[in-house]
């Protein structure tokens, strides 16, 4: 007996049903139905499509002679209304009323769209289906059209992609901290962004959306979290889908975020039957294809009355962008119990991290170089021991035999125009050279190029550069590594993020060779810093990478509460300003009021959730950080000066405000503190500062290096100056001197006994030098220059505050 | 068992932490540089630092007072330091993240 048998939705998973159900012979009268006006095609294959190397008539999977032969009965472009399970019949939009024996669901996913002011402006679309991909077709059509994409995951990258193959200017805008985080760590998250942007293709993440701006109905442009505008002509959102459950809903079958199905694929009505991404399966949705086709496969056996299970299994994922190489599979999350194995190319550009449990592979993310994708990928659904071949595993299965890894891949891989010597401008091309020509010592080297035989700081890449020429001739010395995520040293990697233009924590970790997947609380903190300093106006800070002070803005104390302590430029207040720090004292009931040595005033004791309402009070009077407790500028400590003192030969307490106005908020290697004292009498105890002017009746004496904490030292003499203006100048080339040269941690008197002071007065001697540095620093300063307490008050309170207190009980 | 919602998932940040209030003392809830949360003692045992103030790397944490680092799955000190901090279940379901009500002192739902 012919039994009737309804599909809703011609999807990938019902196409594939029908193929197994009808192949069979099966004597089913089928009617389908399909709210696009055609039947099923490859959705997948939509991106080349978009990108020109496939047609829509290529991607087809069934077409009308399919049906016809098969006997199905298509209604496309018509869309169900209603299921009444009751009298097994099914109403459609126009009326029609159609009985059932077995009906199917494959409704497949909803895109799911932000609620944005300004969504539902014209030209604000998805990427779902062939009406999307053609409207992005024919925007490359335009002369200069511009686009954007929101969301850098699996299909936002690939509309992106598609996109730009299609000429047209485009912008991806992802709230995580790098592309497709659902599939992929950071280190191949920046390797496919560095591609990307190779490319042409903007990124940009870690960003917020505002709002979609509009003309005339029609979309305009994006404006982020931050003000800027990103200007467009079309919007694609690709952030997500959701399960299209609503005549699941309707007809009121058991539905949670998909419509139930149990392992035959039969939802909680037995004749009803469901496949595809608007199903769920023991607590899982589904939205790649592989589980979709198996999903497929059983519901073909269940409709036939035949036993079939649907198992969810393991899926890889591979990115389908011409040229972008990466692949991805199982759980690839590190953890004290499972060991890493990761192998990069910096050179190449190749990753590969392989993530094992007791033995047996469980993940695998790789880039720039995925041939063993699936061999990997079936090392992990069999679940097998790897023991035996652990040792040359990442090499994949052609490995036979097995070499060590080359701590000096780095170094080897850098062009022979890469500077190694910032001071003398040497290339390690020119070293390599010498050492040719018969250099075989650092000494040598020294003589022949002059590298490292200035600050001294690049003198272990000097000496990898010589290892990796000279082989086994050389001995390297032992040096030592910033922390066990590395074997270079703080001073390495300093000149290697600048001669490889490294500009984001990944890009080091990945072309640096880093061995744990995210470094640790020595490096993070180390690298960050050095990324700020060299490229101030590329590199985002990294809060997360920073001590619990510096994220926090405020000091922690042994008790968990904080100080807060507001700037006193120069040591000087008014009356206003001590009336609004007492006001606050009272208000958040600090325990402790202190006068600190730097001629402030420090409130102890503040709870952190207290932190953002404390501070924008005392915005509110005026003040600003003191950056008390920064690795950065923190006082200007001063006398009175010629305007009260008797023995003053100059404004003191001027020139320590002008110093702290021009220097404050400024990152630095370790603290860094002033002193500005009107005459040698020194009461303003200059001369044990990192910098010290004393002021004399012919100008300044300006001394740097000093120290008066766990060693005692004076500060030596950099520079006798006539004028104010050239005291700040001086000032200034020195910290930043110091910013772009010192290893992370070291005071400017540890850092100044490495290089030599005669160093430091040879380079800053030069005119032209001291200009670019004080012109390098304005420009790091344009964007640190800034109160941080009253942008975390705006706009990071909340950070401040428990996540939840569940502490009272719930009113019953 | 039955879960407590605590919040989404985006409000810890990547490689951070954010703190709850629970009848069992303060928990931290780790994020770490995937959708991945842990929850634990939001007290260091050697001197009583918020561990969720510390830097997070890998899935360990290192104390924000002292530099004493623990895993976050066993609540094991690593190295040479010795103690433990408590752990707690935490799921992840649809972004939301969800604390076993019984385990965090709170007694379940009628």
């Known amino acids: 007996m012919t039994r009737k048998l309804i599909v809703i939705g011609a999807g990938m998973a019902s196409g594939r049903m029908l193929e197994h159900l009808l192949d069979q012979g099966e004597d089913w009268d089928v009617t389908l139905f399909n709210a696009e006006p055609r039947g099923n095609y490859n959705r997948l294959m939509l991106s080349p499509v978009l990108s020109g190397e496939k047609t829509y008539e290529e991607i087809v999977t069934h077409d009308d002679a399919w049906y016809e032969e098969h006997g199905v009965t298509c209604r496309f472009g018509e869309k169900v209304a209603e299921i009444d399970r009751a009298n097994r019949r099914v109403m459609t939009e126009t009326g029609d009323v159609l009985p059932y024996d077995k009906l199917v669901i494959a409704t497949g996913s909803n895109p799911f769209i932000i609620p944005l002011p300004g969504h539902d402006l014209d030209g604000v679309i998805a990427y779902r289906d062939l009406e999307d991909t053609n409207r992005m077709i024919a925007l490359g059509e335009q002369q200069a059209a511009k686009a954007v994409v929101i969301g850098g995951g699996l299909l936002g990258l690939e509309a992106a992609a598609g996109l730009h193959a299609r000429g047209v200017d485009v912008t991806v805008v992802h709230l995580m901290g790098h592309l497709m985080e659902r599939q992929l760590d950071e280190a191949a998250g920046y390797l496919l962004r560095k ?12 960003t917020n959306s505002k709002q979609i701006l509009g003309a005339n109905g029609h979309v305009t442009g994006l404006e982020l979290d931050n003000g800027t505008v990103l200007p467009c002509d079309l919007l694609v959102m690709a952030v997500g889908i959701r399960p299209n459950v609503a005549l699941g809903q309707q007809a009121g079958l058991a539905v949670d975020k998909g419509i139930h199905v149990d392992d035959q694929m039969v939802t909680s009505d037995a004749h009803i039957l469901s496949v595809g991404e ?4 023991n607590g899982a949705i589904f939205g790649l294809v592989a589980p979709l086709y198996e999903q497929a496969k059983v519901a073909a056996a269940t409709l036939s009355g035949k036993p079939a299970t649907f198992v969810q299994k393991e899926v890889s994922t591979k990115l389908k962008v011409t040229g972008c190489d990466l692949f991805s599979a199982g759980d690839f999350a590190e953890g004290e119990d499972r060991e890493d194995i990761v192998f990069r190319d910096p050179a190449r550009g ?33 679940g097998e021991s790897v023991a035996e071949m652990r040792d040359t595993l990442i090499f994949g299965p052609a490995f036979q035999g097995g070499a060590a890894g080359d701590p000096l891949a780095a170094v080897a891989a850098l062009p022979d125009d890469a500077e190694i010597c910032g001071c003398n401008g040497v290339c390690k091309g020119q070293i390599v050279q010498a050492i040719k020509d018969g250099a075989g010592s650092l000494a040598d080297i020294k003589a022949t190029t002059k590298a490292s035989a200035s600050c001294g700081t690049c003198t272990g890449l000097v000496e990898q ?14 040096a030592q590594s910033v922390c066990g995520c590395t074997d270079l040293t703080h001073e390495d990697v300093r000149r290697l993020i600048k001669a490889q233009e490294l500009k984001s924590q990944p890009a080091v970790w990945q072309e640096l060779g880093w061995t744990t997947p995210n470094g640790c609380h020595v490096c993070r903190p180390a690298v960050n810093y050095y990324l700020l300093a060299d490229w101030p106006l590329e590199y985002q800070d990294d809060l997360q990478s920073r001590f619990v002070n510096e994220r926090n803005h405020a000091n922690i104390q042994k008790d968990g509460t904080f100080s807060v302590m507001p700037r006193m430029w120069g040591g000087i207040t008014t009356p206003d300003e001590l009336r609004a720090i007492a006001d606050a004292a009272d208000k958040y009931k600090v325990p402790t009021v202190k006068v600190t040595g730097g001629q402030r005033i420090d409130l102890l004791g503040v709870k952190k959730e207290d932190l953002p309402a404390i501070w924008y009070d005392l915005n509110q009077a005026g003040m600003v950080s003191g950056h008390a407790y920064s690795k950065g500028l923190r006082t200007v400590k001063t006398c009175v000066g010629k305007d009260h003192c008797r023995f003053g030969t100059q404004d003191s307490t001027g020139l320590g405000i002008k110093l702290e106005q021009k220097l404050w908020g400024s990152w630095t290697p370790h603290k860094v503190k002033l002193g500005v004292s009107g005459c040698p009498r020194n009461c303003a105890e200059a001369t044990c500062k990192d910098v010290g002017i004393v002021c004399v009746d012919s100008g300044f004496q300006v001394g740097v290096a000093g120290a008066a904490g766990m060693d005692v030292k004076e500060t030596e003499r950099l ?4 004028t104010e203006e050239e005291a700040i100048e001086w000032t ?42 004080n012109e390098r620093f304005e420009i790091s300063q344009s964007v640190y220059r800034k109160d941080p307490w009253a942008d975390h008050a705006e706009r990071r309170a909340d950070q401040y505050q428990p996540l939840a207190d569940i502490t009272l009980e719930a009113a019953e | 068992m039955s879960w407590i919602d605590i919040g989404h998932i985006d409000d810890v940040p990547l490689r951070g932490a954010r ?13 770490t540089a995937e959708a991945e949360v842990f929850a634990a003692s939001n007290s260091c045992p050697h001197k009583g630092g918020p561990l969720s103030d510390g830097i997070v790397h890998g899935r360990k944490v290192t ?26 279940p935490i799921r992840l379901e649809e972004g939301r993240l969800m604390l076993d009500a019984v385990a965090v002192g709170k007694r379940s739902a009628a």
């Not at chain 1, 591609?195 to 870690?206: A, D, F, N, Q, T």
């Open chain 1, 732 to 773: 200034a080339a020195f910290v930043q001197l110091y910013r772009e040269h010192a290893k992370y941690l070291d005071r400017p008197y540890k850092w100044v006994a490495k290089v030599g002071l005669d160093w430091v007065k040879e380079r800053l001697s030069d005119d032209a030098e001291r200009a670019a540095l």
């Open chain 1, 350 to 382: 190749v990753y590969k991290r392989l993530v094992l449990k007791d033995n047996r592979l469980i993940g695998a993310v790789m880039y720039g170089d995925t041939a063993d994708g699936s061999w990997f990928f079936g090392l992990i659904k069999e």
């Open chain 1, 195 to 206: 591609e990307l942007v190779g490319r042409g293709i903007k990124v940009l993440c870690s």
């Open chain 2, 19 to 31: 703190m709850v209030k629970t009848p069992v003392g303060c928990i931290a809830i780790f994020r």
């Open chain 2, 63 to 88: 104390c924000p007072l002292h530099n004493w680092v623990f895993s976050l799955e066993t609540g094991e000190a690593q190295g040479a330091d010795e103690g433990r901090i408590a752990t707690y």
């Open chain 1, 719 to 722: 520079v006798d100056v006539k």
């Open chain 1, 278 to 281: 608007c199903v769920e399966h």
């Open chain 1, 465 to 478: 550069v010589m290892a990796a020429t000279l082989g086994d001739d050389f001995v390297l010395p032992a």
